[in-house]
């Protein structure tokens, strides 16, 4: 059972393109991985003409995204690869819409939106994915 109190955002690492990538993600998550479904709680992708908020897995499931951290926290993956460019306009709105509605559902505190980057050597959401930006326009 998932009990969170953060949430840690993501980039997928690929280029977002006309076709899906959330069920490729998917299944690399379960057949690979070998996990019971996609390890991020929510993706936001464009889907068209239009960036949509996908579920991965409820947020009361224990996610599978960040070790260490999977009891405590909802994750959140943006799609696209975000170390040499920013990420879109609508797809940042989107991110903060979504995780907006999570602090207010799961009483998180604002100040609890981390990177991947803050509990893994990675650059996860991105080289160009201001953190501290998307936590002072929350």
Known sequence: MNKPNKIILHHSATEDG???????I??????ECSWGAIGYH???ELVGDYYEVLVGRLPH?????TQGQNTQ????CFIGQF?????PPDQW????????YLISEFQINPDEIYG???FANKTCPGKMFDVELFKQQI
């Open 83 to 87: 170390d040499n460019k920013p990420v």
């Open 116 to 118: 991947h980057r803050s």
């Open 93 to 100: 709105k989107q991110g903060l819409w979504l995780c907006r």
């Open 73 to 76: 926290s909802i994750g959140v």
């Open 61 to 65: 499931e224990q996610g599978a995204h």
């Open 26 to 31: 998917r299944r690399y998550h379960v057949k």
């Open 18 to 24: 006309p076709t899906v990538s959330w069920g490729a």
């Open 42 to 44: 929510f993706g936001i």
